[in-house]
């Protein structure tokens, strides 16, 4: 598999379920960030999580970071409609010039009403 | 909130033809950055750029692409003769100082470029 690929790739729930994704990736990774994108929009940051931490929250979202499984996952409580969109995980690499993302493949997420 | 802006939303070019892409990052961040996505397919890396120079590029970044910050706040990718498949959104982003937020990366909304 490649360097980040989420699964599902794409999940349909109803308004307030919870909604969770799943990022597996294959090389050391600084940190590990998730993204948001709606459909043909630019992309959001959500949350960063550091390899040294295994949960981080953000209002109605969890992440969870696993380095020895090198996999990460996405929680979404409480779901909206609003919510529906792509969401991607993207691992850092740091470097001394910057931090080069490298994306997953995305998990298409639809909330019905 | 600051945003990274991105001009324009859209274009439309001929095969051959060279292209800017413009791009405006957030005031004081010190790294900018080009990404793009073929429709369907994943966002890639293209090149990044620190310090008035070019510090990592992706083997997509060939001769045909070139990076430039001609004054304090512009950030532009140029696509000197534009091929078929360069046809993605392209999107800039920047970030801070690496020790402050500067692991977080904050993108534009994308330019859409269509090569026929």
């Known amino acids: 598999s490649q360097q980040g690929e989420e699964d599902p790739q794409a999940l349909s729930i109803q308004e307030g379920e919870n909604a969770t994704m799943n990022c597996s990736y294959k090389?050391?990774?600084?940190?590990l960030q998730w993204y948001r994108q709606n459909s043909g929009r630019g992309l959001v940051h959500l949350i960063l999580?550091?390899?040294n931490e295994r949960e981080k929250h953000s209002g109605r979202l969890r992440v969870t970071l696993d380095t020895s499984k090198k996999s990460s996952s996405l929680l979404i409580t409480a779901s909206r409609a609003a919510d529906t969109a792509s969401y991607f995980c993207?691992?850092?690499?740091?470097w001394g010039g910057g931090n080069k993302l490298t994306f997953g493949t995305g998990t298409q997420l639809k909330v019905e009403l | 909130e600051p945003e990274v802006t991105q001009t324009p939303s859209h274009q439309v070019t001929q095969m051959g033809q060279e292209v800017i892409l413009r791009c405006v990052p957030i005031?004081?961040?010190?790294?900018f950055y080009w990404y793009r996505q073929i429709l369907g397919q994943k966002v890639e890396f293209l090149v990044s750029?620190?310090?008035?120079?070019?510090?990592?590029k992706s083997e997509i970044f060939d001769d045909q692409f070139s990076v430039e910050r001609p004054d304090g706040s512009n950030f532009t990718l140029k696509i000197r003769s534009t091929k078929l498949e360069d046809s993605a959104m392209y999107f800039c982003?920047?970030?801070?100082?690496?020790?402050?937020?500067?692991?977080?990366?904050?993108f534009g909304p994308g330019t859409r470029l269509l090569v026929l």
């Open positions: 090389t050391s990774i600084n940190n």
């Open positions: 750029f620190y310090n008035n120079e070019i510090s990592e």
């Open positions: 993207a691992t850092v690499e740091q």
């Open positions: 999580i550091r390899s």
């Open positions: 005031s004081n961040h010190l790294y």
């Open positions: 982003a920047s970030s801070p100082a690496l020790r402050t937020r500067g692991q977080t990366q904050y």
